[in-house]
């Protein structure tokens, strides 16, 4: 059974910076696969984020572009999200989201999340 399991969330203050990290285990290998981070502000809908490919493109949303990077490090299955310079609309909720080639079939699975929350 595939599990992600997000961490690293917190209480951080404008201009601060956390590190999320989403950990993956039960899956035996992707074709192929894109991971994502996504948010949910109170109150809104789960937006993207930021995404990672197996080719190792990356792309932002434009309100976090040059603040936030994200990597993967195939070898511990860990998909991380630096986060620098936040700002009060980066509060919310932040879940991955791993998309797996599983032979013809494109299969999504979403970690539990962790909540962001910034403050002036």
């Known amino acids: 059974q595939v599990q992600l399991v997000d961490s690293g969330g917190g209480s951080v203050q404008a201009g601060g910076s956390l590190r999320l990290s989403c950990t993956a285990s039960?899956?035996?290998?992707?074709?192929?696969?894109?991971w994502y981070w996504y948010r949910q502000a109170p109150g809104e809908e789960w937006k993207y984020v930021s995404l990672?490919?197996?080719?190792?493109?990356?792309t932002y949303r434009d309100s976090v572009k040059g603040r936030f990077s994200i990597s993967r490090d195939n070898a511990s299955d860990t998909l991380y999200l630096q986060m620098n310079n936040l700002l009060r609309e980066d509060t919310g909720m932040y879940s991955c989201?791993?998309?797996?080639?599983?032979?013809?079939?494109?299969?999504?699975?979403w970690g539990q999340g962790t909540q962001v929350t910034v403050s002036s």
């Open positions: 039960g899956y035996t290998s992707c074709m192929s696969w894109t």
């Open positions: 990672i490919n197996s080719k190792g493109i990356t």
């Open positions: 989201k791993m998309a797996c080639l599983e032979g013809d079939t494109w299969e999504d699975y």
